[in-house]
């Protein structure tokens, strides 16, 4: 596959319990560096967070992952070109996802949560997890706590500077997300030749440690196509946020830059 590309549009995919609003830094950045910048929302996650949470809308709880992938590709198809994808955590393996649908000239998966089969047994992803995939919980909106988010999320900040985080981006998630990545729907055939891929893992992540996303990056098998990795010393899984994230936006940036030459 060519690993040159002339793309200057970025589409950025947020995570789980997070919506656009969590890359309005980035993307000013990323204008800044020449890119025409997106950053679309799943359904029903569309608004401010506070008033999200607030409102929570009881369809939000039968969300799939394929209903998420769905929306994004007819999202990335109405645009002129073919885009650069950056996704963070749900967001990192639906770029993932994407790009094994031919939607973008390249991707970064910042966190990414694991594809089907891809697994972990550290204490941290399991006590991080559980509580939002949990059968017992059904279709249920999951509206995490500040204590949660806390650990598993901002594990290296107070707890006042987590609630300030909390209150400004967190909104209310569908279950059916995450638990739909364990079956089929996270499926990705990594033997497939794909568009350039980095893949991007925080040290002091709780709930995708770096040896999940290590693992997620070995995974692929095709020696054609380019599979970067990348593993940034203190970060936690707000490292799209955490003090430093221009850091990582940089590392990007740069990587991008040498696919254009």
């Not at 598993?152 to 569908?174: G, L, Q, R």
């Not at 899984?237 to 254009?260: F, M, R, T």
Request: with cysteine; hydrophobic share 35%; glycine share 6%.
């Amino acid at each position: 596959m060519s690993t040159t590309i002339t793309s200057k549009t970025i589409v950025f995919i947020h995570g789980l319990f997070m919506n656009p609003k969590s890359w309005e830094p980035w993307k000013k950045y990323f204008e800044a560096n020449g890119y025409t910048c997106y950053a679309p929302a799943f359904p029903f996650h569309e608004g401010e967070p506070g008033n999200l949470r607030k409102n929570i809308d009881s369809k939000l709880g039968m969300l799939t992952f394929n209903q998420v992938i769905d929306n994004l590709a007819t999202f990335i198809d109405k645009l002129p070109e073919k885009p650069i994808l950056i996704g963070h955590s749900i967001g990192g393996l639906a770029v993932q996802k994407l790009l094994g649908m031919n939607k973008g000239v390249a991707a970064i998966a910042i966190d990414p949560a694991p594809p089907q089969g891809i697994m972990s047994f550290k204490w941290s992803f399991l006590r991080a997890n559980l509580p939002t995939i949990s059968p017992f919980k059904g279709n249920s909106v999951c509206l995490p706590t500040v204590k949660w988010f806390h650990y598993a999320f901002c594990n290296t900040m107070t707890m006042a500077e987590t609630m300030i985080e909390y209150d400004k981006f967190v909104v209310p998630e569908s279950r059916n997300i995450p638990r739909s990545t364990t079956k089929t729907d996270g499926k990705i055939d990594f033997k497939r030749p794909h568009a350039p891929l980095l893949i991007i893992a925080g040290e002091k992540d709780h709930i995708i440690p770096a040896s999940l996303n290590r693992k997620n990056y070995k995974a692929y098998k095709d020696k054609s196509s380019i599979t970067d990795f990348k593993e940034f010393h203190g970060r936690t899984h707000y490292i799209c946020g955490q003090q430093g994230w221009e850091e990582v936006a940089g590392y990007i940036n740069d990587w991008i830059s040498k696919l254009k030459k």
